[in-house]
Every structure is written in C-alpha cells, then in structure tokens.
C-alpha cells in the first residue's frame, strides 16, 4: 500500500422503508452489534433535525409551517448535503456509518405528491455518497397498521403511505444502487440477525472498493 489512504475505509450503510417498518429501532441494534463486534461505527438519521435546515423540516413536519413542495424536498437534500463533509471524513477514517433513511426516501415521499415525477425528485441528491448497502425493510400496509395507529405528522397517512411504498418499489428497480429487501414482518431478532450479517459483509467488501456517487 502506498499513498496517505493506507486505512481501510468505513462502509455507507442505509436502512430504508415505509412508517413503521422499524428502521429507527433496527439501527439502533444494528449500531450496537457492529460496535460489540469490535467496529468503529456511528449512527446517522436523515431528517437531521439538530441543523437549521433540520428545524425547517421538523417544523413542517409536525405542521408548525407550510412550505411549498419543491421547497421541502430541496430542504430535506440540503440536510443530506450539509452532512457530507463529515460523511466522507468518518468513512475516510475507518468509521461505518449506519443511515436511518436517506435520499431514497427523499425521492419516494416526493414523488408520491400529485405533480411530482420520480426522475425530478432524484436530481437534488446527484453526487451524495453512494450507500455501499441500502436495505429496505418490507411491511404490507395491512401488517403495517397491525402496528397500531399513525402518528400526528405529516405523511402519517395510510393512501400517502402506500404511494410511498409504489415509489419505493421503483426506485427499488435501479441495479445500480445494492438493495437488500428484508422481511420486516419477521421478529425483531429475526430481522436483526440478517440486517446485521449482511452488514457485516457489505463492511469487508466495501474496504477494498472507492466510495461511489449517487
Ligand atoms: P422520521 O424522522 O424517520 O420519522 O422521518 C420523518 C418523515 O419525513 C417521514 O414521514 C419520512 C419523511 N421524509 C424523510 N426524508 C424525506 C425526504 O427527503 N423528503 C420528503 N419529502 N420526506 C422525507
């Protein structure tokens, strides 16, 4: 090896789903495992709401503001492009990043608004970091609800959801970008056995290859 990038680089990795697949609760296992194994890896959640622009969106969200559409969506990018500096500097240094949502759910929320078509909606995330896995956590709208009932937010809407999950499927056809689909009905340790082995070998084989671009 030569050069000042000796180190082995971290690996980018995304959870994806509709409300209520357990992202939120599966990155937070996942991080743990990964950490037990002996891993430098940190967890990151998309919307970022500490920033500026985050508290633009959180305010959307729980309906505090209205802002026209095509603001929104600009916004929730621009909260993923004000993390990519730091993105890049713990992957470069050997830190994983475990991801709950990303700019697939930026493109699939979207384009379920009337108006709005997928291709648009994808632009504004050209150029982020290429997640190395994205793993979409599969959940029927019928096992969804069995979860129990919406919470107050925006997007919180069983027709909205479903849109969301068609768009989900599309963006899902893209060979360029490595799904993994995970039955998310399954049990809690269940899914988290298979989000954390393929994790595991997502992060020995994204070491050896260059970050990508969305
Ligand atoms: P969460 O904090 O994971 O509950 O996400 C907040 C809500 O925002 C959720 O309904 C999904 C939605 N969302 C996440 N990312 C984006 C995005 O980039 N664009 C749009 N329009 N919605 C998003």
């Not at 993105?87 to 700019?103: I, S």
């Not at 969804?144 to 919180?156: D, N, S």
Request: charge should be negative.
């Amino acid at each position: 090896q030569s050069g000042v990038m000796a180190g082995k680089r971290g690996a980018l990795i995304v959870l994806e789903g509709v409300d209520k697949a357990g992202k939120t609760t599966q990155c937070n296992k996942l991080v743990q495992a990964l950490q037990q194994s002996g891993q430098s890896v940190e967890m990151m959640r998309f919307p970022d709401r500490t920033t500026i622009i985050g508290q633009l969106i959180s305010a959307y969200l729980e309906k505090k503001s209205d802002l026209e559409d095509h603001v929104v969506h600009l916004l929730f990018s621009a909260n993923r492009w004000e993390m990519v500096p730091s993105m890049k500097k713990k992957l470069e240094q050997g830190t994983t990043l475990v991801v709950d949502r990303y700019a697939f759910s930026g493109a699939a929320f979207t384009s379920a608004k009337p108006g709005f078509c997928l291709d648009w909606c994808k632009k504004p995330d050209v150029g982020l970091p290429k997640p190395d896995l994205v793993m979409f956590l599969q959940l029927s709208p019928a096992q969804a609800a069995l979860r129990g009932q919406f919470g107050e937010e925006r997007y919180e809407i069983d027709d909205f959801q479903r849109t969301v999950q068609q768009k989900f499927d599309q963006l899902m056809k893209d060979p360029s970008v490595n799904w993994q689909e995970i039955d998310a009905s399954q049990s809690i340790e269940d899914v988290h056995r298979e989000i954390t082995t393929h994790s595991l070998n997502t992060i020995n084989t994204a070491q050896n290859l260059p970050l990508g671009e969305l």
